[in-house]
């Protein structure tokens, strides 16, 4: 008898280490996702926003030869720093990752028919964790969603 009970517990130690290493393995994946949001926020904030916000030359040429102007260095601007924010804000992060996701589908498109497309592949690089963190934080949306409502 102790003979079919033995590979029971056996079968069952497997189980429970597995079931254990599952929240690890989400955990894990959490915090990684996190750190990838805190990295893409330092990116908008300071290499890409800050530029255009202080009128560093670099960044109004650009868009002077886009024809856009110091309106659209600082429009820009303004809108990568709020997407950076938002990634770090629970309620908003899968809205500030679709909203910095559009604007990478424009950068991508200005690249394109105003440059060239020189670097054209910077946009599409960024669009992929974007896009990663839009789904895998649509979780919130729906907090958001009610608080929007809550105010209205």
Do not use: C
Request: charged content about 15%; overall charge positive.
């Amino acid at each position: 008898m102790s003979e079919t009970t033995a590979p029971v517990a056996s079968a069952a130690a497997p189980a429970s280490s597995a079931s254990a290493t599952a929240p690890d393995s989400r955990r894990r994946a959490r915090i990684a996702l996190r750190g990838l949001q805190v990295l893409l926020a330092l990116f908008f904030a300071v290499a890409s926003a800050l530029p255009k916000l202080i009128a560093h030359s670099s960044a109004f040429e650009t868009f002077d030869e886009m024809g856009w102007g110091h309106a659209g260095m600082y429009a820009v601007g303004l809108l990568e720093l709020a997407g950076a924010i938002g990634l770090l804000v629970p309620v908003l992060q899968s809205a500030a990752a679709a909203g910095l996701s559009a604007l990478m589908v424009g950068a991508f498109v200005v690249q394109v028919a105003v440059f060239d497309g020189q670097h054209a592949a910077t946009p599409l690089i960024l669009l992929v964790p974007l896009a990663l963190i839009a789904w895998a934080r649509r979780g919130h949306n729906a907090d958001l969603l009610r608080l929007l409502r809550r105010r209205a």
